[in-house]
């Protein structure tokens, strides 16, 4: 693998932290780099965990099928994160899709190889850990948005972590810096379209958002987090 790429892993990615140069060199030299292209699989729900993933570039949008049929968005994976890793150690099925929704490169390793990596470098396998409790914090916090919050509230949250993820500020507001449709948003944060949209436009009303087509722009960032922290009620109560 080349310098260029060997510096850009080491600049972004949270995984080989730790790691010595001999360590960090045998990990990259045994992966494999891909492209990938929207609406690309990188892996199916369910199925048998063979490869683990880290994005370079794009996104890639994690999902998972309930047994009613419902789709349900887990997370909006970035550059410098992981997919599959713990699956695939601990022998298991990959518990949800991995489709990607921007073009980019991803590194990839097969489960031997990963196997080995981890009993050589057993800082891989402390940082994989590390990264996935980090994953179920959030997963907890999530499960009590939907358990305790009003929809707007949780829409709100989520557009705004979206932009912490991934923002750009522009002239005309804070862009989040991927495609996101509403129907994204909405299994997000287990609501219906219909009342995604409806939020949006009022938002969109009030001069808080932009929307274009997959797109929103935050234009009022303080007032959509006054939502967020359920400040907009608070004070109306007062």
């Avoid at 890639?60 to 049929?69: C, N, R, S, W, Y």
């Avoid at 991995?98 to 390793?109: H, T």
């Avoid at 810096?177 to 009303?205: K, M």
């Amino acid at each position: 693998m080349n310098d260029r790429l060997s510096n850009e892993v080491l600049s972004r990615i949270a995984l080989f932290r730790g790691l010595s140069d001999a360590e960090l060199a045998e990990v990259l030299d045994a992966a494999q780099v891909r492209p990938i292209a929207p609406g690309e699989s990188l892996f199916e729900q369910d199925a048998d965990a063979t490869a683990f993933f880290v994005l370079l570039t794009g996104r890639v949008k994690v999902a998972q099928l309930t047994p009613e049929g419902q789709q349900v968005v887990v997370r909006f994976v970035g550059p410098g994160e992981m997919l599959g890793c713990v699956a695939l150690v601990s022998g298991s099925t990959y518990p949800g899709t991995a489709e990607v929704s921007q073009a980019g490169r991803v590194l990839v390793w097969d489960g031997p190889t990963t196997e080995q990596l981890m009993k050589r470098a057993p800082r891989l396998a402390l940082n994989a850990l590390a990264i996935q409790g980090r994953h179920l914090r959030e997963m907890q916090n999530r499960c009590r948005e939907l358990a305790t919050e009003r929809v707007e509230r949780r829409v709100a949250r989520a557009v705004l972590r979206l932009a912490g993820q991934a923002g750009r500020q522009l002239a005309d507001g804070l862009h989040i810096g991927f495609p996101i449709s509403r129907q994204d948003l909405a299994e997000i944060t287990g609501t219906t379209l219909y009342t995604v949209s409806r939020t949006l436009t009022g938002w969109e009303r009030r001069g808080l958002v932009a929307l274009g087509r997959e797109e929103v722009v935050i234009c009022d960032a303080v007032a959509l987090q006054a939502i967020a922290e359920d400040l907009e009620v608070t004070l109306a109560a007062t």
